[in-house]
């Protein structure tokens, strides 16, 4: 029913920027958020950035803050993630995921998935 499907990922060298996309589909609400999440090689899966219904809040991890921008295109449901100066430790598959709410949550609080685009940046 509800679909997220990422892309964009590709391997990149340090320094190189990337967007990924998060194209979403059957969900009927108005109001929800939508979050990207990363896990790296040997780590747990981390929050990177989130954005809520209508950007009413925007949310950054300090690992990402300044170098990432969250934005979202409602009309063609759509969230997109800008990384820019991309350095070795981004590397990771990128998820994003959906909460159906107005706002952010944890991990444990989103209701549905993608299934990941892969970021690698080397040299």
């Known amino acids: 029913q509800v679909q997220l499907v990422e892309s964009g990922g590709a391997l990149v060298q340090p320094g190189d920027s990337l967007r990924l996309s998060c194209a979403a589909s059957?969900?009927?609400?108005?109001?929800?958020?939508i979050g990207w999440f990363r896990q790296a090689p040997g780590k747990e899966r981390e929050g990177i950035s989130c954005?809520?219904?209508?950007?009413?809040?925007?949310y950054y991890a300090d690992s990402v803050r300044d170098r990432f921008t969250i934005s979202r295109d409602n009309a063609k449901n759509t969230v997109h993630l800008q990384m820019n100066s991309l350095k070795p430790e981004d590397t990771a598959v990128y998820y994003c995921?959906?909460?159906?709410?107005?706002?952010?949550?944890?991990?444990?609080?989103?209701?549905?998935w993608g299934k990941g685009t892969l970021v690698t940046v080397s040299s």
């Open positions: 954005i809520s219904s209508s950007d009413v809040t925007t």
């Open positions: 995921a959906l909460r159906d709410s107005w706002y952010c949550g944890a991990q444990d609080d989103m209701h549905y």
């Open positions: 059957g969900f009927t609400s108005d109001y929800y958020a």
